[in-house]
Nanobody, 128 residues
């Protein structure tokens, strides 16, 4: 088990920034691929960003490329999603997730079924 707890969500005006945190216990964030997903009301959950195990390559959805970054703090066993230049369309519930240990493929954000553990979500609201 790898319990994940997100924090850092909130309300911000367009153009602003937020940093989401995903604290892991019962495992290390560097030992698995980690990802961030989001779900807006009435829409399907979509992958936003991912970082390969060991804090390697990173991948982003086209809609957030150049604005979001994902990184790890191994000392804090925490994954982060730094979101800059936020837009109203970024409004959603954001979830962090950890991949199954046996998943080795890491060439994109990845599909939901590759992720074994999920946090409870943190709400991000961007106003225009």
């Amino acid at each position: 088990q790898v319990p994940l707890v997100e924090s850092g969500g909130g309300s911000v005006q367009a153009g602003g920034s937020l940093r989401l945190s995903c604290a892991a216990s019962g495992g290390t964030v560097s030992s698995r691929g980690m990802g961030w997903f989001r779900q807006a009301p009435g829409k399907e959950r979509e992958g936003v960003a991912a970082i390969c195990r060991g804090g390697g390559n990173t991948y982003f959805a086209d809609s957030v490329k150049g604005r979001f970054t994902i990184f790890l703090d191994n000392a804090k066993n925490t994954a982060y999603l730094q979101m800059n230049s936020l837009k109203p369309e970024d409004t959603a519930m954001y979830f962090c997730a950890a991949k199954y240990d046996f998943v080795r493929r890491c060439d994109s954000v990845g599909a939901e079924y590759e992720y074994a553990y999920w946090g409870q979500g943190t709400q991000v609201t961007v106003s225009s």
